[in-house]
């Protein structure tokens, strides 16, 4: 074995350029280990810390310690005119917003925005969330099931308009991060994009952030790595913004842009409904709610900022536990009783207005967490946008109740939990296609209790229960099984 070298190596300096311009923010301690790294660390740590952009990071720590400590304007109850509720919703309302979805999409002014930056830690799998297969008869990942709920609205909308145009294809726009960004790409490739065309799939990658000690200074991972985490997901404001997609839009003529997350097993993507309602309403937001189920269930709730204020989302941990369970004598709900799903539909030029508006302001949300770093594990935060942080920028947003068992089935903890795993999510989906297929004059038949099973049926024969007459009459189905084509 080779004797080590006692030649001493001469220590070189950082990059002058480079340490003082951390200087000028106070962030210097990056460079506290320099002289005990080897000479391709000290590579890596420079290459690490080149592209920060310092004067940016800098404004966003000032502003997000400074707004922590600021009174934030009373809360109150979203008003009544503000929300569209499922019970004074009529059939002709209904059929009016499908129809004026339809026509939209017809028409290509509709796109689809996935928020999908996750992985499934909690589900045990390192994949992102999107991959997962949450155990139905098909087999079908999240990603799976939501292409083919696009492929099935182009096509109705295509029959709709029954203009001999052809189907024109919804954009959809993924946001990724940068540990699901690869196998995102590759997951879609291999599955051939699940029937869609490759050029209306568009992925693009959240940023990151430095992670903050107490008093505001970069949290060093390694002696030669800035710990760092995704922005949020309202990180895609600014995303869609640098990586030019707001103009894609622009130049491709969508005016509407749905966004969701990609943990709910029963969204209806591209939803004409919700569409053709934003629409008729003339505004630049609004979100899908679905109402509490108790006063305690750990849900973000719509409120009010202020007399006459924005609608904005209050986290179930900031809202006062005796304004939780407060009731509202007229209508018998909670006082606070939307709960935000995540679910969101926007005009591309409001986005935009977003996007300018939250990088002005640079308040980000602070999460006060673990970080590994160097000294083992450090108390610092985390700094993070959320998706609803855009509805304070809007004097005009409306809420459109749906009914939580059709919408709203979240897959966020591994099985064994007690809520929010594949399994209630994969229950959700069978209870309500069974719903769909009775109600089409089909039967069923199963060896284990009805409640503990159902069908699923594919998103390439009915998107919400529709045309299941001429698969489903008469025919009996042994549970659990998929219907399909």
């Given at each position: 074995?080779?004797?080590?070298?006692?030649?001493?190596?001469?220590?070189?300096?950082?990059?002058?350029?480079?340490?003082?311009?951390?200087?000028?923010?106070?962030?210097e301690?990056?460079?506290?280990?320099?002289?005990?790294?080897?000479?391709?660390?000290?590579?890596?740590?420079?290459?690490?810390?080149?592209?920060?952009?310092?004067?940016?990071?800098?404004r966003?720590?000032?502003?997000s310690?400074?707004?922590?400590?600021?009174?934030?304007?009373?809360?109150?109850?979203?008003?009544?005119?503000?929300?569209?509720?499922?019970?004074?919703?009529?059939?002709?309302?209904?059929?009016?917003?499908?129809?004026?979805?339809?026509?939209a999409i017809?028409?290509?002014?509709?796109?689809?925005?996935?928020?999908?930056?996750?992985?499934?830690?909690?589900?045990?799998?390192?994949d992102?969330?999107?991959c997962?297969?949450?155990?139905?008869?098909?087999?079908?990942?999240?990603?799976?099931?939501?292409?083919?709920?696009?492929?099935?609205?182009?096509?109705?909308?295509?029959?709709?308009?029954?203009?001999?145009?052809?189907?024109?294809?919804?954009?959809?726009?993924?946001?990724?991060?940068?540990?699901?960004?690869?196998?995102?790409?590759?997951?879609?490739?291999?599955?051939?994009?699940?029937?869609?065309?490759?050029?209306?799939?568009?992925?693009?990658?959240?940023?990151?952030?430095?992670?903050?000690?107490?008093?505001?200074?970069?949290?060093?991972?390694?002696?030669?790595?800035?710990?760092?985490?995704p922005?949020?997901?309202?990180?895609?404001?600014?995303?869609?913004?640098?990586?030019?997609?707001?103009?894609?839009?622009?130049?491709?003529?969508?005016?509407?842009?749905?966004?969701?997350?990609?943990?709910?097993?029963?969204?209806?993507?591209?939803?004409?409904?919700?569409?053709?309602?934003f629409?008729?309403?003339?505004?630049?937001?609004?979100?899908?709610?679905?109402?509490?189920?108790?006063p305690?269930?750990?849900?973000?709730?719509?409120?009010?900022?202020?007399?006459?204020?924005?609608?904005?989302?209050?986290?179930?941990?900031?809202?006062?536990?005796?304004?939780?369970?407060?009731?509202?004598?007229?209508?018998?709900?909670?006082?606070?009783?939307?709960?935000?799903v995540?679910?969101?539909?926007?005009?591309?030029?409001?986005?935009?207005q977003?996007?300018?508006?939250l990088e002005?302001d640079s308040?980000?949300?602070?999460?006060?967490?673990?970080?590994?770093?160097?000294?083992?594990?450090?108390v610092?935060?985390k700094?993070?946008?959320?998706?609803?942080?855009?509805?304070?920028?809007?004097?005009?947003?409306?809420?459109?109740?749906v009914?939580?068992?059709?919408?709203?089935?979240?897959?966020?903890?591994?099985?064994?939990?007690?809520?929010?795993?594949?399994?209630?999510a994969?229950?959700?989906?069978?209870?309500?296609?069974?719903?769909?297929?009775?109600?089409?004059?089909?039967?069923?038949?199963?060896?284990?209790?009805?409640?503990?099973?159902?069908?699923?049926?594919s998103?390439?024969?009915?998107?919400?229960?529709?045309?299941?007459e001429?698969?489903?009459?008469?025919?009996?189905?042994?549970?659990?099984?998929?219907?399909?084509?």
């Amino acid at each position: 074995m080779r004797e080590p070298s006692m030649e001493t190596v001469p220590v070189s300096p950082p990059p002058q350029a480079l340490l003082e311009r951390f200087k000028d923010y106070g962030q210097e301690d990056a460079f506290s280990l320099w002289d005990e790294l080897s000479s391709e660390e000290k590579d890596l740590l420079v290459k690490d810390i080149e592209n920060i952009d310092l004067p940016r990071i800098d404004r966003i720590i000032r502003c997000s310690f400074h707004s922590q400590g600021l009174p934030s304007a009373a809360i109150e109850p979203v008003p009544e005119s503000c929300v569209s509720t499922v019970e004074e919703r009529t059939m002709e309302d209904r059929e009016k917003w499908w129809k004026m979805g339809m026509k939209a999409i017809a028409e290509g002014k509709l796109g689809v925005l996935l928020l999908s930056g996750g992985q499934g830690t909690r589900l045990g799998s390192s994949d992102p969330k999107g991959c997962f297969n949450i155990g139905l008869p098909s087999g079908k990942s999240l990603f799976h099931l939501q292409a083919e709920r696009i492929l099935c609205i182009q096509r109705l909308a295509a029959i709709t308009a029954n203009e001999g145009a052809g189907i024109v294809p919804i954009q959809w726009y993924i946001m990724t991060s940068p540990f699901t960004d690869e196998a995102t790409r590759k997951y879609f490739e291999s599955h051939k994009y699940f029937g869609l065309e490759a050029d209306q799939v568009t992925f693009f990658q959240q940023g990151t952030i430095p992670c903050v000690s107490k008093d505001g200074r970069f949290i060093m991972e390694t002696p030669y790595r800035v710990a760092k985490s995704p922005d949020g997901n309202g990180g895609v404001y600014t995303a869609l913004k640098s990586s030019r997609l707001l103009e894609d839009m622009n130049s491709r003529g969508i005016k509407f842009v749905d966004c969701y997350g990609v943990d709910n097993a029963l969204v209806r993507v591209a939803d004409p409904t919700f569409l053709g309602y934003f629409i008729d309403k003339g505004v630049s937001a609004a979100a899908k709610v679905v109402r509490k189920a108790y006063p305690q269930e750990k849900v973000g709730v719509f409120v009010r900022r202020g007399k006459g204020g924005p609608l904005a989302v209050v986290e179930y941990s900031e809202l006062d536990p005796s304004l939780s369970s407060a009731g509202n004598q007229e209508t018998g709900r909670l006082r606070f009783c939307w709960s935000n799903v995540c679910l969101h539909m926007f005009t591309v030029d409001f986005l935009n207005q977003v996007a300018n508006g939250l990088e002005k302001d640079s308040i980000y949300h602070l999460a006060e967490k673990k970080i590994p770093s160097i000294h083992g594990q450090t108390v610092g935060y985390k700094l993070e946008q959320f998706i609803f942080d855009a509805f304070p920028y809007t004097p005009s947003t409306t809420l459109f109740e749906v009914v939580r068992e059709e919408e709203f089935a979240p897959v966020k903890n591994s099985n064994g939990s007690n809520f929010d795993t594949p399994d209630s999510a994969k229950l959700l989906v069978l209870r309500l296609h069974t719903r769909w297929v009775v109600a089409a004059g089909g039967f069923l038949t199963h060896s284990v209790p009805l409640y503990a099973t159902g069908v699923e049926v594919s998103p390439l024969c009915s998107y919400a229960g529709e045309n299941l007459e001429s698969i489903c009459r008469g025919r009996t189905f042994h549970a659990p099984c998929e219907i399909s084509f």
